[in-house]
């Protein structure tokens, strides 16, 4: 199983460019997520969706959006870049907690490293 | 709103000491989730424990061992007998779970950096 795929891995953007991040699971998960990494920060939630067609906010949204037309895909779209949106990004997926079998375990993608300059 | 607190930022010990991580929440809801994620220097994350709120007892998996302590709102972490491999960056977690399908939200600490030397 390759359970969660997030491309690039890494990425330059310059200031005002915009670009997706790409985030796919292959386990049939409800629920998947954004987070992103700053040192001294830990994971701050962006968006999240509970299932296709369902999206909302996390923590810090801005500058940032998402969609969910599949169960597989959640991509992150940076409109916009600014050099505070250099950071770690990384893709989530679960089950949603109604589920008997769920531990509640985030699988986490390998991360993708942004540099905005 | 949700809060959780891991106050050291970095610890060093020598292999083979034990060494426990510390970690705080704050919640509102009277059901959560609560969990430990393991990041290498690899960068991936590693999910090591998930504890619900009405579940108190400790777990002891191998050298790994977790007391939760809702009297204190604590879900503290210790290593026995700490090995080289263990160095990483240890995240605790909470999660809401009063609604179906956002158990998973989680808020995280910022992390404490384990580092073990020979």
């Known amino acids: 199983n390759a359970g969660v795929t997030q491309t690039p891995k890494f990425q330059v953007l310059k200031t005002g460019q915009s670009m997706t991040l790409q985030c796919a699971q292959d386990?049939?998960?409800?629920?998947m997520s954004w987070y992103r990494q700053d040192p001294g920060m830990g994971l701050r939630l962006i968006h999240y969706?509970?299932?296709?067609?369902?999206?909302d906010q996390g923590e810090v949204p801005n500058g940032y959006n998402v969609s969910r037309s599949t169960t597989e895909d959640f991509p992150l779209r940076l409109l916009s870049a600014a050099p505070s949106q250099t950071s770690v990004y990384f893709c989530?997926?679960?089950?949603?907690?109604?589920?008997?079998?769920?531990?509640?375990?985030?699988?986490f993608g390998e991360g993708s490293r942004l540099t905005v300059l | 709103a949700q809060k959780v607190t891991q106050a050291q930022t970095e610890i060093s010990v020598v292999e083979k000491e034990d060494v426990t991580l510390d970690c705080v929440y704050e919640?509102?809801?009277?059901?959560?989730?609560l969990f430990w994620y393991k990041q290498p220097p690899s960068g991936e994350l590693v999910f090591l424990i998930r504890?619900?709120?009405?579940?108190?007892q400790n777990e002891i998996s191998g050298r790994y061992s977790w007391n939760f302590q809702k009297s204190t709102s604590s879900f503290n972490f210790t290593i026995t007998a700490s090995q080289v491999v263990d160095s990483a960056v240890y995240f605790c977690?909470?999660?809401?779970?009063?609604?179906?399908?956002?158990?998973?939200?989680?808020?995280f600490g910022t992390g404490t950096r384990l580092q073990v030397t020979l």
């Open positions: 989530a997926s679960s089950y949603p907690s109604g589920r008997a079998w769920n531990t509640g375990e985030l699988f």
């Open positions: 386990m049939n998960h409800e629920y």
């Open positions: 969706s509970v299932g296709a067609g369902i999206t």
């Open positions: 919640t509102r809801d009277t059901t959560y989730y």
């Open positions: 504890r619900n709120s009405f579940d108190e």
């Open positions: 977690a909470l999660s809401e779970a009063q609604n179906t399908g956002t158990a998973s939200k989680l808020t």
